[in-house]
């Protein structure tokens, strides 16, 4: 037998040994999926709600610096200015990189009430909870997820809300530990993603996206933020970049509710700890702000009117 024979059987045979390899693999991990499938069948917690919390909405991406913490305070701000007579509570669940104490200008540590319970500090009458206020001003949250989860549970139910109508959560980046306990011990009544127009965004985007629709969470539909540059003579956008976001939507049958433009006035309000919806009420980008919020309490109110029939 010549050399080139020889070298084609050891090819084949290397080549057959890879297929066993991968075809073995292939079953284990088939095998390990329906184990693992029945294990969370059994084991996944009963969810309970939140003491007189009505509902609970998270504000979520994928990937960080998209504007979520921006967006999921504007949301909660404008909630109640569209709807005065309802009591909003903003929980900043982030507690690595917790940033509502600057975005809503509270900086003081929550008192106990005669049940032990942390009451929520208010700005712009919005109840707000974050691990910020916890600890002292530029410190690291140096921790394992053990640790991370005792912090949320406490952020969660050692809090007296009182009675809430509409409770905002803003998410870490990600689809990890905080998620996961949220979704599986809350009734979540929907989800707001948000995103920039840039792939890389996008792609991290649709899989938080994915994970919620996997896991039964509704999605409301998405926020697109730095989607354009505003001219801060003329207010005429220029879009910074293409519509692939109209394609992310569609892929996840939910809808675009409102493109926000890479504005100085929603930075700098950001950094002076006055929501926009507050301090500029009468820009367009706080018009949007209370067409995102008018969005989602229609969602809510759908949701109200469901349980309404199925109570009947």
């Known amino acids: 037998m010549n050399f080139v024979a020889k070298k084609i059987i050891r090819n084949s045979r290397s080549s057959l040994k890879i297929k066993d390899f991968y075809r073995h693999f292939s079953k284990e991990k088939t095998e390990m999926e329906k184990r693992r499938a ?24 994928g ?24 009591n909003v509570g903003l929980l900043d669940a982030d507690i690595f990189g917790p940033t509502v104490p600057l975005m809503m200008n509270l900086y ?20 707000c909870m974050s691990m910020g206020f916890l600890i002292e001003e530029g410190a690291p949250v140096i921790w394992r997820g053990l640790m991370v989860m005792q912090a949320l549970d406490k952020l969660i139910w050692q809090v007296e809300w009182g009675d809430t109508d509409y409770l905002i959560v803003d998410t870490p ?34 899989r938080g996206g994915v994970m919620y629709q996997k896991l039964n969470v509704p999605l409301i539909g998405i926020i697109e933020n730095m989607s354009s540059v505003s ?22 049958n939910i809808k675009i509710m409102e493109s926000f433009p890479l504005q ?14 507050i301090k500029d009420s009468k820009s367009i980008v706080a018009n949007k ?17 469901k349980n309404e029939v199925i109570k009947k």
């Open 108 to 127: 003081d540590t929550p008192e106990l009430n005669e049940k032990n319970q942390m009451q929520p500090l208010v700005n712009y009458n919005v109840k």
């Open 231 to 252: 001219c801060p003579s003329c207010n005429h956008e220029v879009k910074l970049f293409g519509s692939q976001t109209e394609s992310l939507a569609k892929e996840l």
């Open 173 to 206: 980046p990600g689809t990890g530990d905080t998620h996961l306990s949220l979704i599986q011990n809350l009734p979540i009544s929907g989800v707001v993603l948000v995103t920039t127009p840039q792939i890389a965004s996008l792609k991290v985007t649709k």
């Open 38 to 61: 029945e294990i969370m069948a059994k084991g996944l917690p009963v969810k309970k709600p939140i003491k007189n919390v009505k509902h609970i909405v998270l504000v979520s991406s």
């Open 289 to 305: 702000y209370r067409n995102l919020a008018n969005d989602v309490i229609k969602f809510l109110d759908s949701i109200d009117k």
């Open 264 to 277: 100085q006035d929603i930075a700098g309000c950001v950094e002076d700890g006055t929501p926009i919806v």
């Open 63 to 86: 990937k960080g610096g998209v504007g979520k913490s921006t967006a999921a305070v504007n949301l909660a701000t404008a909630l109640k200015v569209v709807r005065p007579e309802k």
